[in-house]
């Protein structure tokens, strides 16, 4: 089941800098996704989401963009900062509307002091 | 603020033998889920609940697993002949809705070790 892929397992970034994540799906059904945080030892944080019918998300320092004829999305982080350091999944919910959430693969980033 | 708690946090086994995981969902959360992940692999969906009964459940969700909420708080999950792939984090979920834009809430997983 590959219908959310992340490409890239791992990324480091200077704190400070941006930090840019990005997330690929293949079922045009999909009109809803979720980006979620997780550190060692916890269990998946909600972070962020959007509706297809948006192109742009804004939540603080996190943003995420929908670019839905390229079926991709990517979550921005503005300044990065080195508690931002965990493993990020980009989830989209099934189309039998039951809650199951089908996630990528994750990215690991690195915020470095 | 509310959490979703799991116990235990480490589970180990050997194969063949039964596992109950145990999870407590945020209190007023109608909906719950349990999701795996094989180390190095991605998170993967299980089986939704509602209503004391399953939504929806994978292909991964045989006839070894099952879940129960035996009471008002408790969710569980059953393996019932452990095997070696079993092994990974099993994480429990609830959101208070269903739908597109539910959020989930994960507890913090159990890690459960088959030899």
């Known amino acids: 089941d590959q219908q959310v892929k992340q490409n890239s397992p791992s990324l480091s970034v200077q704190e400070g800098r941006i930090s840019i994540l990005n997330c690929d799906y293949t079922?045009?059904?999909?009109?809803?996704f979720l980006w979620y945080k997780k550190y060692p030892a916890e269990g998946p944080t909600f972070l962020i989401s959007?509706?297809?019918?948006?192109d742009k998300n804004e939540d603080g320092r996190f943003t995420v963009f929908l670019n839905k004829s390229a079926k991709h999305l990517s979550l921005h982080i503005v300044p990065s900062q080195p508690g931002d350091s965990a493993v990020y999944f980009c989830?989209?919910?099934?189309?039998?509307?039951?809650?199951?959430?089908?996630f990528g693969q994750g990215t690991t980033l690195q915020v470095k002091p | 603020e509310p959490e979703v708690t799991q116990t235990p946090s480490h589970q180990v086994t050997q194969m063949g033998q039964e596992v109950i995981l145990r999870c407590v969902p945020i209190s007023n959360h109608l909906y719950f889920y349990w999701y795996r992940q094989i180390l190095g692999q991605k998170v993967e969906f299980l089986v939704s609940f509602y209503n004391n009964e399953i939504s929806e459940k994978s292909e991964i969700f045989d006839d070894q697993f099952s879940v129960e909420r035996p009471d008002g708080s408790n969710f569980t999950l059953k393996i019932r002949s452990t095997k070696l792939e079993d092994s990974a984090m099993y994480f429990c979920a609830s959101s208070d809705q269903r739908g597109p834009n539910n959020e989930q809430f994960f507890g913090p997983g159990t890690r459960l070790t088959v030899l």
């Open positions: 959007i509706s297809s019918i948006k």
């Open positions: 079922n045009s059904m999909f009109d809803y």
């Open positions: 989830a989209a919910p099934g189309s039998s509307n039951t809650g199951k959430l089908i």
